[in-house]
Nanobody, 126 residues
Framework: QVQLVESGGGLVQAGGSLRLSCAASGRTFSSYTVGWFRQAPGKEREFVASISMSGGSTYYSDSVQDRFTVSRDNAKNTVYLQMNSLKPEDTAVYYC???????????????????WGQGTQVTVSS
């Protein structure tokens, strides 16, 4: 019922910022825990950040804590990832994701994800 389309990726120098957006179709968006994963070349897809249905709770991987902020606007069916103080190791394809019945912590397990976006490339140069 929900389709996710990411945008906002690109090339940025280390220390810079980017904001990713994920536009969702469907009228059940607010029923999902949503968030972001990323996958660097040759590496497994890893959890980045998640946000609860109402936006009241968030959860981050240790590698992005205090640098990234996930938010959602249910009226716009959109989830965002504000990325600050970017590092070269943040370079990856970033995927928006949604899980129907899981909290922000359980969301970090990719096996529990119900819907994936197509991904957007983020490249951080040193």
């Amino acid at each position: 019922q929900v389709q996710l389309v990411e945008s906002g990726g690109g090339l940025v120098q280390a220390g810079g910022s980017l904001r990713l957006s994920c536009a969702a179709s469907g009228r059940t968006f607010s029923s999902y825990t949503v968030g972001w994963f990323r996958q660097a070349p040759g590496k497994e897809r890893e959890f980045v950040a998640s946000i609860s249905m109402s936006g009241g709770s968030t959860y981050y991987s240790d590698s992005v804590q205090d640098r990234f902020t996930v938010s959602r606007d249910n009226a716009k069916n959109t989830v965002y990832l504000q990325m600050n103080s970017l590092k070269p190791e943040d370079t990856a394809v970033y995927y928006c994701a949604a899980a129907l019945v899981v909290g922000v912590t359980g969301f970090s397990n990719p096996d529990f994800i119900d819907i994936w976006g197509q991904g957007t490339q983020v490249t951080v140069s040193s």
